[in-house]
Nanobody, 127 residues
Framework: QVQLVESGGGLVQAGGSLRLSCAAS????????MGWFRQAPGKEQEFVAA????????YYADSVNGRFTISRDSAKNAVFLQMNSLKPEDTAVYYC????????????????????WGQGTQVTVSS
C-alpha cells in the first residue's frame, strides 16, 4: 500500500520559516518526480514546487520562487519543502504528491499527473 505522509506544518509569524517533510512508503519514488501543492480556504488547489528524479531539476510557482526550496532524499524515499520568508498568503493545506510515471518538466504543475497524495499538513502564517 502506497502512502505519502506529510509533517512539519504549523503556525508561524510572517517572515518566519517552516520545513515540510513527506515520507513515502510502499513504493520507491526516487526515480520519478514529486511535488508539493497547496489549497487555501475557498480557493482551488495550486502547484507549489516539484523536483525531478534523483534530486535533479526543480520547478516553482512564481509566487514562491526565491523563498521556497524543494529537495529530496532518495535513500529515505522522502521529499522536503523549505519555506522561508513566509507570508500570510502562504496559509494553506500543503499536500505532497507522487507518481510512478515520468512527467515532462513543462507539465509538473498538472495535478492530474500525480497518482498518489498525502493527507495534507496545515500551514498558517500570521501577520
Amino acid at each position: 500500500q502506497v502512502q505519502l505522509v506529510e509533517s512539519g506544518g504549523g503556525l508561524v509569524q510572517a517572515g518566519g520559516s517552516l520545513r515540510l517533510s513527506c515520507a513515502a512508503s510502499g513504493r520507491t519514488f526516487s526515480l520519478y518526480p514529486m511535488g508539493w501543492f497547496r489549497q487555501a480556504p475557498g480557493k482551488e488547489q495550486e502547484f507549489v514546487a516539484a523536483i525531478s528524479r534523483s534530486n535533479g531539476n526543480t520547478y516553482y510557482a512564481d509566487s514562491v520562487n526565491g523563498r521556497f526550496t524543494i529537495s529530496r532524499d532518495s535513500a529515505k524515499n522522502a521529499v522536503f519543502l523549505q519555506m522561508n520568508s513566509l507570508k500570510p498568503e502562504d496559509t494553506a493545506v500543503y499536500y505532497c504528491a507522487g507518481t510512478l510515471s515520468t512527467i515532462p518538466g513543462t507539465n509538473v504543475q498538472d495535478r492530474w499527473r500525480y497518482d498518489y497524495w498525502g493527507q495534507g499538513t496545515q500551514v498558517t502564517v500570521s501577520s
